[in-house]
């Protein structure tokens, strides 16, 4: 069964970058820290986030801008600016260049990855594209928008996760990729026999 479905496709993630840098700059950093093994197994999308930077970036002299930001914030992080205009934007890519397996975020796009699961299931967010399937955190931390925090971890997030703060976390990634190869290749199995049973029926 597994030769008639065909080659399992990669799993296939949506990158979120860092605050005031791009999706480049996460490309390069996850390409180049990131062992082979690992990069074989995955696709990630990288967009730019909405916003272009608003004030001075932490990466600057280091990575070339243009540099952007997902939403804006007080400095307790506790007001949010245009942050359902970033809810909309992730939704547009999500529509425009999905389906995708999961979410991968650094930083500032590790927040809204771990926010997100719980925002799409109480209708808050990403409510016209499939549920989020599995998380890939990198450096990530909380709301602390009262309002937000309650929507996003009021119920326990239910897809798998794999939060990693260093390079250790790698050795857990190839297990994690290779369950989720498992997931794909278990729902590329139901379309091929879905399809046997479709020809059998119109013959």
Known sequence: MGSEAGIVRKPRFLGLHGFRTSGAILKTQIETKWPKS???KIDIVYPDAPFPAQGKSDVEGIFD???YEWFQFNKEFTTYTNFDECLAYIEDIIIKQGPFDG???FSQGAILSGGLPGLQAKGMALTKVPQIKNLIIIGG?????VTVAENAYSSPI???SLHFL???GLKMMLS???RIEKDILSEQEKDVCY???ENVVEA
């Open 166 to 168: 260093d390079e250790s």
């Open 65 to 67: 801008p243009p540099y």
């Open 176 to 178: 994690f990729l290779e």
């Open 103 to 105: 979410l991968l975020g």
């Open 141 to 145: 931390a909380k709301f602390k928008n």
């Open 195 to 197: 399809k046997e049973e």
């Open 38 to 40: 690992v990069l074989e």
């Open 158 to 160: 239910h897809c798998p």
